[in-house]
């Protein structure tokens, strides 16, 4: 279905918000409660950098005041773009052992040598046992060159168990314990609703990273509302709900949308998500001084109705490449196919544009997880619950990043 052109307010957002539009619907979260309140509830004051246009919010209950755009440096290759944002007042980098097969911590480290207190600084791993989470974080204070981190994180849980797993817990209050890490957290692609009760409900944890954008449903979204009232500071990770770059050119070079000539889409997802104050701060990957600009800019400004138009058109643009991660699909494929972390992999490649990422990431999958058993599948049983093609996307895996 075609969008309308010169379409009002009034009759966009019943048409395109509050109804089910053709092929889903896109902005799942935008329902009648967030669009009230978004619109009609004068919001808080913050704490701003008027000169620098920088919003600060307080990290929960750990108190630190952090700049509301964080820096993601999963993806950044040149210090001097970090080196900028930490000029720029942003105070709030994230990191893990396993980016850039640990450069990445290398590359943070020298750069916050000399100004380590002026950031607040989280690393992660993604092992499971008591011995593993503790060498390799004790590795990650090595690659940083220092000798505690902020908040050291269990990374990518996908299930309320592994949250109060016994290993997982232990050596976080060990690492805690011994100074090395000041406060605990968990990172989270998928579960996330579940995940965060069972934080809650431990009374353990002080920060939680998780993937929250535009295209999150009103389970996660009540989550996080859940976790910020219960004092755990909440990151937003994958803010965009899927970069797409061919698609963000397409849309700067050819889209001309009834007064949205000048308007981006990332920056309209970034907006969506700080626009939640259940958010603390936010970590989009920043890979250039144009990214960091952009994100930069949108601070201090309000989300708004041709936010809103913009998000929606990129999300029928996108809304059959973009894998929500919700986890229905886990476990089903009679064959082991790993399909949740394929798709994640995929869209590193797709829609980040980083090739190397999706391959190193694929290469980590045992050769029974991986997609090179569907080229002779006849027929996918493994249903989508928003209709993404599955058997097209592992088959374009597998072709791209085996």
């Known amino acids: 279905m075609k969008a309308k052109k010169n379409i009002g307010r009034r009759e966009f957002i019943k048409n395109s918000i509050f109804g089910a539009l053709s092929g889903g619907v896109y902005l799942n979260s935008l329902n009648r409660t967030t669009i009230i309140k978004n619109f009609s509830v004068e919001e808080e004051s913050n704490k701003k950098n008027k000169e620098e246009n920088i919003e600060y919010r307080k990290l929960g209950n750990i108190g630190y005041n952090t700049s509301v755009v964080g820096f993601g440096a999963m993806l950044t290759n040149d210090p001097s773009v970090l080196e900028r944002a930490l000029d720029m007042g942003i105070n709030y980098?994230?990191?893990?052992?396993?980016?850039?097969?640990?450069?990445?911590?290398?590359?943070?480290g020298k750069v916050i040598k000399k100004r380590r207190k002026d950031v607040f600084l989280t690393t992660k791993n993604k092992q499971r046992s008591m011995r593993t989470i503790v060498n390799d974080a004790e590795e990650s204070l090595k690659a940083l060159g220092t000798d505690y981190i902020d908040c050291f994180l269990a990374h990518d849980l996908t299930s309320k168990e592994q949250a109060v797993n016994e290993d997982i817990m232990s050596a976080l209050e060990k690492l805690k314990k011994e100074g090395k890490?000041?406060?605990?957290?968990?990172?989270?692609?998928?579960?996330?609703?579940?995940?965060?009760?069972?934080?809650?409900?431990?009374?353990?944890?002080?920060?939680?990273?998780?993937?929250?954008?535009?295209r999150s449903d009103e389970k996660l979204i009540k989550a996080v509302e859940r976790a910020n009232k219960a004092g755990i500071a909440v990151v937003a990770m994958k803010v965009m709900g899927g970069k797409?770059?061919?698609?963000?050119?397409?849309?700067?070079?050819?889209?001309?949308?009834?007064?949205?000539?000048?308007?981006?889409?990332?920056?309209?997802?970034?907006?969506?998500?700080?626009?939640?104050?259940?958010?603390?701060?936010?970590?989009?990957?920043?890979?250039?001084?144009?990214?960091?600009?952009?994100?930069?800019?949108i601070m201090g400004s309000k989300f708004s109705w041709s936010d809103r138009k913009t998000l929606d058109k990129f999300a029928r643009m996108t809304d059959k490449l973009y894998c929500r991660m919700c986890g229905e699909c886990s476990n089903i494929c009679p064959e082991n196919v790993n399909i949740p972390d394929i798709m994640r992999f995929l869209m590193y490649a797709d829609g980040y544009g980083e090739l190397e990422l999706g391959r190193d990431s694929y290469k980590s999958l045992s050769f029974n997880e991986r997609a090179s058993k569907c080229i002779e599948c006849n027929h996918c049983v493994v249903p989508c619950v928003n209709k993404l093609n599955i058997k097209e996307r592992m088959l374009r895996a597998h072709s791209k990043l085996a």
């Not at 893990?96 to 097969?101: H, I, L, P, V, W």
């Not at 770059?245 to 000539?261: A, C, D, L, P, Q």
């Not at 309209?268 to 989009?284: C, E, F, G, R, S």
């Open 181 to 214: 890490a000041r406060y605990i957290g968990i990172s989270a692609h998928s579960s996330e609703a579940e995940i965060i009760d069972a934080m809650i409900n431990s009374k353990f944890y002080d920060l939680l990273t998780v993937k929250y954008n535009y």
């Open 244 to 297: 797409w770059w061919t698609h963000v050119i397409t849309w700067r070079r050819g889209y001309t949308g009834h007064k949205m000539e000048d308007l981006n889409p990332c920056q309209a997802a970034l907006k969506w998500v700080i626009n939640d104050k259940n958010i603390a701060t936010t970590i989009p990957s920043i890979t250039s001084f144009q990214q960091l600009d952009e994100n930069f800019s």
């Open 93 to 108: 980098i994230d990191t893990a052992r396993s980016y850039k097969g640990g450069n990445n911590e290398i590359m943070v």
